[in-house]
């Protein structure tokens, strides 16, 4: 059981090529959230991943929140891991998520981390969709390095992208400020097509007159909607607007 969380594909991609070859399911915690799932047991020896990106040094608010009201009952022999995604540094996301688990009585036994393609468009421009597979194919010898790990059940941190651990201190307190809903909005190209409002793991966007509304004051800043909206009329700030999007096309 390997669940993931991923607005633009990436972490639903290692996902999937950990799962391919271990053999676990994937669970989608976008999907659990949006249908209120929250108890899972694992079978005797069965191998229970949480897969998920970096943001801000840190993990998503959205996984925190899931995390806290998760119940799964172990059988005592299970293997445990976390790999991470990102754009380029993990810091001390790993350590921020090895503290949430141990909370609900949970030890990994190993974690992980692969840099592939960044999404944060509010900032910088991303990479273009040639460069964006360029990326991925350098990521992928790296994916398949951490499924046979986790098929062989290897103990350890095999994180070495961490880069600084201690920025996350600097970098994490501004996840919230950029969590407001107040600077998104559609533009005139938005067709009401109801895809923002349907992969919104925060349920804060809701069609209202054939544009989407946001109903919520903050977000998981995740940025699934203006990643996944057909008409590219998503916008978060002025910045966006000329900006490159992403989803990665193996997810
Ligand atoms: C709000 C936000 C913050 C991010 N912060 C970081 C970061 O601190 N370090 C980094 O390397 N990448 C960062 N990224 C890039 C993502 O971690 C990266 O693109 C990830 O692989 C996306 O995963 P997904 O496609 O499964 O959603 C950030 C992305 C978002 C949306």
Redesign the pocket.
Known sequence: MVF???????????AKVICEKSGEATVDITACVRENKYDFSAAKGEKVGFV???????I?SAVIDFLKEINISFDGENYIFSA????????G?GKMLRKILGKKGITLNAQFAV??????I?MYEISNQTEALSKLAEAKPIMERIALLIEKKANGDFDDIKGQEFMTKF?YPL?RP??STKRFYANDSCIGCGICEKGCVCGAIEIKDGKPEWIKKSC?????CIHSCPQRAIQFGKATEKRNR???PY?
């Open positions: 993931y969380f991923s607005a633009t594909g990436n972490s639903k991609h290692l998920m990106p970096v943001y801000f040094y840190g998503p991470l995604t990102c754009g380029a540094a993990t810091a996301a840099a592939m393609v960044d999404n944060y509010p970098l996840y950029f969590s998981a800043n995740c940025l699934r992403y989803y990665n997810a």
